[in-house]
């Protein structure tokens, strides 16, 4: 049995719309391996324990690209990244599967061949890339190919997940914005994002803040969360390094470089609706990780 360690990702990163992306130090632990016949699943609610569970969906389709006749499969789950919160979990259980296929059928694959793939069945690459590379990076789509870079994030930063207890799909997320953007907006959002990933790596973390704004698709999708306002407006004024919604919500990811922040914030959202937690995070430089016993 393969022990397989999956990182959660905070995705879009303010400005970088379906292609930034960073992975976090909150995991989901995946136990797989092949057996003699059937399907086990372990861990997860009775409705997900099928062939339609995305673990083994995304283990059939490695298997299919690779050419690999399997016999049974079990599966044991150990989620703790909150799901449907904006912090990766389907792209955990897509990266987890697929990097547990490959292995057990002889990694075949190599890592760019697994973000492919990946992205094949996510839709987009800016969760799957930093949950197989670590750290942080930026990917695009191109004329079917997948294209990424690493970007070195200077030392120090910090990260302060505030999550409250609702689902938020991706499809209803992705469902109120808009299908045409002002030109102003686009020129808006290359500024921003430009000047964000030149912040990051340059430790300038004066203008993090700056570079976090977006007009893309956070003022849409922070009116389906209640308080999202306020709370941007409080990090600010808790003088948090940058704040951004994380992926389509409706987590809310802060960057800060010291300790404090977290106690103050959780002391301010413990008076709001949806029973918000508040988790300290670092960045996860390792990716996805596979354990043999």
Known sequence: MMKVIVPATTANVGP???????????????????????????????????????????????????????????IKIENDIPISRGLGSSASCIVGGIVAANEIAGGILSKKELLDLATEIEGHPDNVAPCIFGGMTVAISQDQEIYYSQIKVSEGLKFCAMIPNFRLSTERARGVLPKKIDYKDGIFNVGRVSLLLSALANGEWDLVKHGCKDRLHQPYRGGLIENFDHIIEKCEQLNSIGVFLSGAGPTIMAMVNDDQFADDISEYVSGLKNRWMVKKLNIDYDGVRVQKG
């Open 16 to 74: 970088g719309f379906d292609c930034l992306g960073i992975a976090l130090n909150l995991y989901n632990t995946f136990y797989i391996e092949e057996i003699e016949e059937g399907l086990i699943i372990e861990g997860c609610e009775e409705t997900y324990a099928n062939e339609n569970n995305l673990i083994y969906r995304s283990m059939k389709k490695c298997f299919e690209k690779v050419g690999y006749d399997h016999k049974g499969i079990k």
